[in-house]
């Protein structure tokens, strides 16, 4: 099961996978995010994910009136506002999906110190 929506031309239906794919797309361009972390972290060791293992830093779920819930687990630049870089987060994706997103939870797991 995955978001839908319906437009004069019929319905669309998009994976929770291709969610998944674009909102962490989305994440990594946004101004103060370094990248995603895994979900399940172990031992309070937060590993930085890249290229196609992004989605293991977001979890999706579909409800049954056809909105969308994702949950992000980002690290951040050191030295950004917290608070802006996740409104400016939650705003992008819901803009870009174009989706009934019913809730957006984002995990800050980590910064990320640049030399």
């Known amino acids: 099961m995955g978001g839908k929506f319906s437009n004069k031309y019929g319905d669309i239906t998009i ?3 291709v969610i998944a794919q674009i909102s ?3 994440a990594t361009e946004c ?3 370094v990248g995603m972390a895994a979900r399940n972290v172990k031992d309070g060791i937060v590993q930085l994910l ?3 293992s992004l ?3 977001i979890a999706v779920q579909v409800y049954e009136d056809d909105g969308i819930s994702i949950e ?3 690290i ?3 030295g950004t506002k917290i608070s802006a870089v996740t409104e400016n987060l939650m705003s992008t994706v819901k803009y870009i999906l174009g989706l009934d997103v019913k809730q957006i939870k984002v995990y800050v797991e980590g910064v990320r110190v640049d030399n």
Do not use: D
Request: net charge negative.
């Open 76 to 78: 951040v630049e050191y």
């Open 24 to 26: 962490g797309i989305t």
């Open 55 to 57: 989605t293991k830093g």
């Open 15 to 17: 994976s929770e996978e």
């Open 50 to 52: 890249k290229g196609e």
């Open 31 to 33: 101004y103060g995010i």
């Open 72 to 74: 992000f687990h980002i």
